[in-house]
């Protein structure tokens, strides 16, 4: 779409009060987590999906719950098994017979099929079915006899997997992955936080109130967001932090050569790129900042990069060395 200066302002404003309502509306039923449900917002915006990582029970079924109903938006909730099939997923063709005995095969749409998509404990099922994700994820359709069906608009998987319990799981590939625009690493609530939940869970069960704006909308924003500036300075400085991941980049540290197996793709430039200009909508400004780089640099690289044997005996995380790199390469 290309908007003049007032049409730009005008819709600016509307996203970030939109913002505004969706970060109270989560805010009534998530205790804690605002730096979660910012990232989930801004990959919301950015057409993006979501990994959630954490410890079972911290919310973050209801996270992704509450967001589709704040949103009135098609749910669909996938529990991952060993035993799950790839048609399970996405549907199948089954044999249908009519009232005046005409037969045919028709297509039975998936859970896939709806607007807010959560795939839990996404790492309990096999390579196979995970794999029925993939078109989904990338080309939003689904192909079933040849043909090829689409997905609603908007589109958003938030897939989730306990970092504990490995026993009787299958790690998503590197080619999954990447296919997610964020992973959000969800902490374990503080004793505060701990507090108001059991103050909450024994009182009043609230009922569900308005959605806060509609799905179509939120795909409008998606559109939207291309309309923010991202000046070319910009651009560099995204580069530039995403080579320093490279242990074959002349600016990489001495640490990221010697433990890193392979640094950041492409695609996480494009999702610090993407996040930046949503960053900057939901705030109401018509071009993107360079100082929110930081919020958005670990959620975007964690699951891009690699480390190599001795990187792992050292006992370093992706989040260690990104931490390195936001400090080696100055904003300004």
Do not use: W
């Not at 939120?218 to 991941?245: C, H, K, P, W």
């Not at 050569?257 to 400004?285: E, H, I, N, Q, T």
Request: glycine content about 6%.
């Amino acid at each position: 779409m290309t908007l003049d200066v007032k049409e730009l302002e005008q819709q600016l404003g509307q996203c970030a009060t939109t913002a505004a309502a969706l970060r109270k509306r989560l805010g009534e039923r998530i205790v804690g987590h605002a730096e979660v449900v910012e990232l989930v917002l801004t990959a919301l915006f950015a057409g993006g999906h979501v990994l959630l990582e954490g410890v079972p029970g911290i919310g973050k079924t209801l996270l992704v719950r509450t967001l589709a109903d704040s949103l009135d938006a098609a749910y669909q909730r996938i529990q991952f098994t060993p035993d799950l099939m790839p048609a399970d997923v996405t549907g199948t063709t089954i044999f249908h017979e009519g009232p005046d005995s005409a037969r045919s095969f028709q297509f039975r749409e998936g859970p896939i099929f709806a607007n807010i998509v959560l795939a839990d404990e996404i790492n309990r099922a096999t390579p196979k079915t995970q794999s029925a994700l993939l078109e989904a994820m990338e080309e939003r359709q689904v192909t079933a006899d040849r043909v090829s069906r689409p997905l609603p608009d908007p589109f958003m998987v938030l897939a989730t997997q306990n970092p504990l319990e490995m026993e009787g799981t299958y790690p998503l590939p590197e080619a999954q992955l990447d296919r997610f625009l964020y992973k959000i690493a969800v902490p374990v609530p503080s004793e505060e936080e701990l507090v108001e939940i059991i103050d909450r869970a024994a009182g009043t069960v609230t009922e569900p109130t308005a959605p806060v704006c509609t799905a179509a909308e939120a795909a409008n924003y998606t559109r939207l967001a291309r309309e923010v500036v991202l000046t070319e300075d910009v651009r560099r400085l995204i580069a530039r932090f995403v080579l320093s991941t490279h242990p074959e980049s002349e600016g990489s540290s001495e640490r990221v050569r010697r433990c890193v197996r392979y640094g950041a793709s492409p695609r996480a430039a494009l999702a610090l790129a993407l996040g930046l200009k949503v960053r900057a909508l939901m705030a109401g400004r018509p071009h993107v900042e360079r100082d929110d780089i930081p919020a958005l640099f670990k959620p975007a690289l964690r699951h891009r990069i690699a480390l190599n044997f001795e990187g792992e005996a050292e006992g370093l995380t992706p989040d260690t060395l990104l931490d390195e790199v936001l400090d080696s390469v100055p904003l300004r």
